[in-house]
């Protein structure tokens, strides 16, 4: 018998006791989503990696700072960011309209923003060829203007705006979607105009999404390939693009430098993406503290 002021002795946790979660599965889904990323995403970029560390930072440096290199990231990042900045305005505005209106062929309109994701790049690279080339249709009306697309830094910028606009779209849309409107028939109440509602009532709100629709188009036009070179002329030095020199390389079995130029792509992908995502987290919680 034991005596009945003795203390019960201590009970600690074991350390291989989990913590029973409210959704079950917890542990099969969170390690089939790790395996995907390690097969899908991890293992291309260590092998990605694995060839730049053959090289040392002097080879690195003389592959970057090559003239035809940096020629060829001017011509990338420079369409990128133009069209960019076509899809992140033109997509706030197509989202708006799609959302607020209704019009004859608004279901087949919203269909067709998705094309360029079922599209082949390919054959989005030689559609847009064929109607902007000196004897296409789109072609000779401008060449009549004096304007030139097809195989110009332009055509470059066509091929990317095609390819990156359904993210300018898709991602503010379901925000205007839950957006309520009470905030805006107050403003209009209050006696603001149209356009002075969508400025300081609309366009916070979807302001993150915004940003990151913006960042995923750039990012998406950095690494664009098929629908640009049969448009671009892949000119050195004037026309080509850094996907295509990765190519190049590859082809003329120089794997380090091509694992160089795709490695500072990527590198400057993931920067972008990186502040996206910190603006946008910050917007949420001003946004978030403003409604509180």
Known sequence: MTHPNAVPP?????????????????????????????????????????????????????????????????????????????????????????????????????????????????????????????????????????????????????????????????????????LKPDAEEAARTLGARDWQVFRHVVFPQVWPSFITGASLAFARSLGEFGAVIFIAGNMPFKTEIASLLIMIRLEEYDYPAASAIAGTILLIALLVLVAANIAQSRTTRHLHEGRS
Not at 20 to 48: D, Q
Request: glycine share 8%; proline share 5%.
């Open 10 to 178: 201590r009970t600690f946790p074991s350390p291989f006791r989990f913590k029973r979660h409210v959704m079950p599965g917890f542990s099969l889904t969170l390690g089939t989503s790790l395996l995907f990323v390690c097969l899908i995403i991890l293992l291309p970029l260590s092998g990605l990696f694995w060839q730049m560390s053959q090289l040392g930072l002097a080879d690195y440096w003389r592959i970057i700072s090559s003239e035809r290199t940096l020629a060829a990231f001017r011509v990338t990042i420079s369409a990128a960011a133009f069209a960019t900045f076509f899809n992140a305005t033109f997509g706030l505005l197509l989202a708006y309209v799609l959302v607020r209106y209704k019009f004859p062929g608004k279901r087949l309109l919203d269909a067709l923003v998705d094309l360029p994701f079922a599209l082949p790049t390919a054959v989005a690279g030689i559609a847009l060829v064929a109607l902007y080339d000196k004897n296409g249709w789109m072609g000779t009306l401008l060449s009549a203007a004096g304007l030139k697309v097809a195989y110009t830094w332009w055509g470059i910028v066509l091929a990317m705006m095609f390819t990156s606009v359904p993210f300018g779209v898709r991602t503010v849309q379901p925000v205007l979607e839950s």
